[in-house]
């Protein structure tokens, strides 16, 4: 049996432990529109450096990762967070994997993935 006193107990230690790691977890909003000719993914990524990103195509998979850091004001402290994000997204079989387009601007990040076009029938 786990015995813990009220101030500084293994138990209060342990609560505060599993709440910092549930709180540094973070995930983006994200849009997804589909055309003919491409596919664009929208991540609303405020506050989220372009260097603090990790965008990869993997396994028919696109990726995004990474992390933002967040300023929080404890008792007598402020100190640094980062908050942390992975997406994975399923691209379609037409995806043109070697014509990927990122852009970032205001908080915005970007993907556009061509598309290869369809086969067309033999007459």
């Known amino acids: 049996m786990i015995q813990h006193s009220t101030q500084g ?7 505060r432990f599993v709440e910092e790691i549930v ?3 973070w995930l983006p909003s994200m849009t997804r529109a589909e055309m003919p000719h491409e596919i664009v993914l929208s991540f609303d990524l405020a506050l989220v450096a372009r260097q603090q990103l990790d965008i990869a195509v993997r396994q028919g998979r696109l990726e995004c990762s990474g992390y933002r850091v ?12 980062n908050l942390r994000f ?18 970032k601007r205001e908080g915005l990040l970007e993907v ?9 029938p033999l007459a």
């Open 70 to 81: 967040v300023r929080r004001a404890a008792v007598r402290t402020h100190r640094l967070s």
């Open 9 to 15: 107990g293994l138990l209060s230690r342990l609560v």
């Open 112 to 120: 556009r993935i061509s598309r290869r076009p369809a086969p067309t």
């Open 23 to 25: 709180a540094s977890r």
């Open 86 to 103: 992975t997406r994975s997204i399923a691209l379609p079989r037409d995806s043109d994997i070697s014509r990927v387009e990122t852009k």
